[in-house]
T-cell receptor, first 117, second 113 residues
Framework: AQSVTQLDSHVSVSEGTPVLLRCNYSSSYSPSLFWYVQHPNKGLQLLLKYTSAATLVKGINGFEAEFKKSETSFHLTKPSAHMSDAAEYFC???????????????FGQGTTLQVKP | DGGITQSPKYLFRKEGQNVTLSCEQNLNHDAMYWYRQDPGQGLRLIYYSQIVNDFQKGDIAEGYSVSREKKESFPLTVTSAQKNPTAFYLCASWDRRNTGELFFGEGSRLTVL
């Protein structure tokens, strides 16, 4: 069965410094992995996704993530944090049965990113 | 613009009352989902539907019901049997054919008084 673990429930950085949000996954198949962002009382927006093409994935707003199969990790990074990056971030793996994707996504517990002036 | 519309955004309910949350999409997606979000617990799947007139229970279906009579619509009813219904509810649809991405609505916050 697939699972995903976000290693930090809360991360605090200063504006202009790098961001690192950590995610480990477990999957019996080649996974599809996603990072979503959620601002308060809003829906989720896709930041980026990995679907077995390039291992370094670039997303919106300057975020990127690297798929490392040997470490079963998919950490999210950004070189320089902006105040508007403060939000909840979810690492997500798609659920698969046999050769098919069920469309069910398995969510991590979320990481709250705080950006200090 | 294509997207998912959830209503109402905020809803208050007395104990013992059923309430229905609306979810409409104009993205022409076959699959739709309902998630519940509680602080510190991520998103948990309530029900999902891969096609019209068909739906399956997710991980926490007890106390909820859904219907899928039209491709565009996937309403969720929170029944009086749901013991702790106060939560943020998110509806999503799946772009199976193209990006594999889930598209989310803005959510509905239900508070039981």
């Amino acid at each position: 069965a697939q699972s995903v673990t976000q290693l930090d429930s809360h991360v605090s950085v200063s504006e202009g410094t790098p961001v690192l949000l950590r995610c480990n996954y477990s999957s019996s198949y080649s996974p599809s992995l996603f990072w979503y962002v959620q601002h308060p009382n809003k829906g989720l927006q896709l930041l980026l996704k990995y679907t077995s093409a390039a291992t370094l994935v670039k997303g919106i707003n300057g975020f990127e993530a690297e798929f490392k199969k040997s470490e079963t990790s998919f950490h999210l990074t950004k070189p320089s944090a902006h105040m508007s990056d403060a939000a909840e971030y979810f690492c997500v793996v798609s659920d698969r049965e046999g050769s098919g994707n069920t469309g069910k996504l398995i969510f991590g517990q979320g990481t709250t990113l705080q950006v200090k002036p | 613009d294509g997207g998912i519309t959830q209503s109402p955004k905020y809803l208050f309910r007395k104990e013992g009352q059923n309430v229905t949350l609306s979810c409409e999409q104009n993205l022409n997606h076959d699959a739709m989902y309902w998630y519940r979000q509680d602080p510190g617990q991520g998103l948990r799947l309530i029900y999902y539907s891969q096609i019209v007139n068909d739906f399956q229970k997710g991980d926490i279906a007890e106390g909820y019901s859904v219907s899928r009579e039209k491709k565009e619509s996937f309403p969720l009813t929170v029944t009086s049997a749901q013991k702790n219904p106060t939560a943020f509810y998110l509806c999503a649809s799946w772009d199976r054919r193209n990006t594999g991405e889930l598209f989310f609505g803005e959510g509905s916050r239900l508070t039981v008084l």
